[in-house]
């Protein structure tokens, strides 16, 4: 199940056109982390068209009850290799790693003057940009939504494999960060960036159970080994 999370929202008439595009493309779930506007306006309502419900139901609430097994936010702006936490996939991309059913994922979406910052980027599991004009790369939030939504609505196939929740996940990370912690390192920014990178890796790759218990089974030997 997918929801989309609108980061303080600005503007009432772009609410309610994201409302509008969600239902033309089949997604019903809308949050709204700290509103700036009234998304039950005229305006919204006005815009939003046949999707009022979507707008009815829409829930409000701040980042700390944000909890979804998959959070993915969306940037304009990208970083370079170094740069981790903005190292993008396409709208394409995150079609194919979506192939399963049965988890939650929250889709994010940034304040229309500036986006997300990086401490918001930084609770994503990982991020998506539009290939876009590289001299103007930064589209209306309506317009962003649209293309993404559409992109992964056209997902033609769904695997039975159940991915790893974020139970599972969670587990993980503290064993292979418990790993990383036995292991020397030339400074503590490298083994900070070692961490980020196989956390990056892991929420990427959508692990099956059956691998996430291989790889548990690996790291607990790994760690007895390293006593």
Known sequence: MISIILVEPEQEGNVGAIARV???????????????????????????????????KAKICSWAKINFDFLIGTTAKIGTDFNIPRSPLTPNDLRNALQHKGRNVGLIFGRESHGLN????????????????SRYETLNISHAVAIILYELQKKNKITEIRPIGNKERTYLFNMINQTLNKLKFNSETKKQTQKLVWKRILAKSFLSQREAYALFGYFRKLLEKLK
């Open 22 to 56: 969600m239902k033309n493309l089949g997604f019903s779930k809308l949050i709204l982390v700290n509103p700036k506007c009234n998304h039950l306006s005229e305006e919204a309502r006005k815009r939003a068209k046949n999707a009022q419900d979507v707008l009815k």
């Open 118 to 133: 990086n401490k918001e980027i930084e609770k994503c599991d990982f991020v998506v940009k539009i290939p876009a004009n």
